[in-house]
């Protein structure tokens, strides 16, 4: 009795990791969090600079 319940508790847990709810679910927190003011901001920074010098030969 105690395997089945391990196993049918195993795979209710493998599906709800495989379903979209949680992504429906993460993707309405987001849209409630994003309507009372919080904002993301990307890791990367843009930089409006040349691009790097290289030290390659030109003559070749």
């Known amino acids: 009795m105690k395997t089945a ?3 049918f508790t195993a795979a209710i847990a493998a599906s709800l ?9 993460g993707a309405a927190a987001g849209y409630v969090a994003h309507k009372e003011g919080y904002r993301v901001q990307s890791p990367v920074k843009k930089k ?3 691009p790097p010098e290289t030290n390659y030969d030109q003559n070749q």
């Open 17 to 25: 990791f495989s379903s979209c709810i949680p992504l429906a679910a």
């Open 5 to 7: 319940y391990l196993l």
């Open 48 to 50: 409006d600079s040349p």
